[in-house]
């Protein structure tokens, strides 16, 4: 089931048209991911979708209704620009952010613990009360004793903390270490194995390929394309194939005696010692003739169909965009 439907959605600013009818849906227990450039109209579209801004043409969808404020309360939205409430503790900033999307305390407090635990945070509590009440909940850490990625991960666990049914993320992974980055990716996978419909915009296409069920790519204000992340890759081969072989006594430093071929497009040797080598496949050049030659040399260690990655599909969408 559709958890949010955009259905046309156009929105502008004075003169400049930010979303030209863009359509997309969001599935419970999916992950869609949005790339775009700086000001292909990204934000614009989640802040519409997190009830903050309307817009001006086209209709939006929550759960197979049209979209309300009412419906923010079971969502969560975690915007680029930070904020959190600078004179409230950890603890108090999580009471206020759980108890005004409908948690009660006693649920608030239960959510606050979990995810403290799961993310690692305990310790942001001080132990002077270890009843787990309220008490020790206000003697947690000010907000000014945390360094920007301890508020990034505060700010992440205050947008999650009612289990929302959508969540919002904008740019989820700025300012987070390698170590919490994971952390967090988790912590989303764990929500959509939940049914959580989740919708992200990043500029690291490692999270994109590894994360999301679904992309959409805008380019100033339009969709250029969307859909399954696999199938999006496929849809741009070009009918390569990618073979390695493992360096030989013979290979130190020569690639073998074919790395001329005409077909093929490309050739780089790897740290592990391999010669990883492109082709170009057609009627007159098969893969099954590129696997017999390749076997032929002997010491094949992988053979398979080259995908383009989402990036470079990224930076040529984009670059035909620009010159159309």
Sequence with gaps: ??????????????????????????????????????????????????????????????????????????????????????????GEQLLFFAEIRGLSRAQ???????WMERLGMTDWIQASDHSGGLNRVKQSKKLEELSKGMAQKLQFLCTIIHRPKLLILDEPFSGFDPVNADLIRDVILDLKQEGTAVVFSTHRMENIESLCDEISLIHQGRMQFQGGTQSVRRAQALGQFELALQQDSHLQTTPPRWADHPQKTGLRFSPEGRWIFRFQCDDTFTPSQLLALAQAEGDLIYFSEYLPSIHDIFVQTVQQAQHA
Aim: one cysteine or more; a positive charge; proline letters at 3%.
């Design 1 to 90: 089931m559709a958890v949010i439907q955009l259905q046309s959605v156009c929105k502008s600013y004075g003169n400049q048209l930010v979303s030209d009818g863009i359509s997309m849906n969001v599935q419970a227990g999916s992950i869609h991911g949005l790339l775009g450039q700086n000001g292909a109209g990204k934000t614009t579209l989640l802040r519409m979708m997190a009830t903050i801004t309307q817009p001006d043409h086209g209709q939006i969808l929550f759960q197979g209704e049209p979209l309300r404020d009412i419906h923010a309360h079971a969502m969560g939205y975690m915007p680029e620009e930070r904020g959190l409430y600078k004179r409230m503790s950890v």
């Design 108 to 114: 608030a407090k239960k959510e606050i613990r979990h």
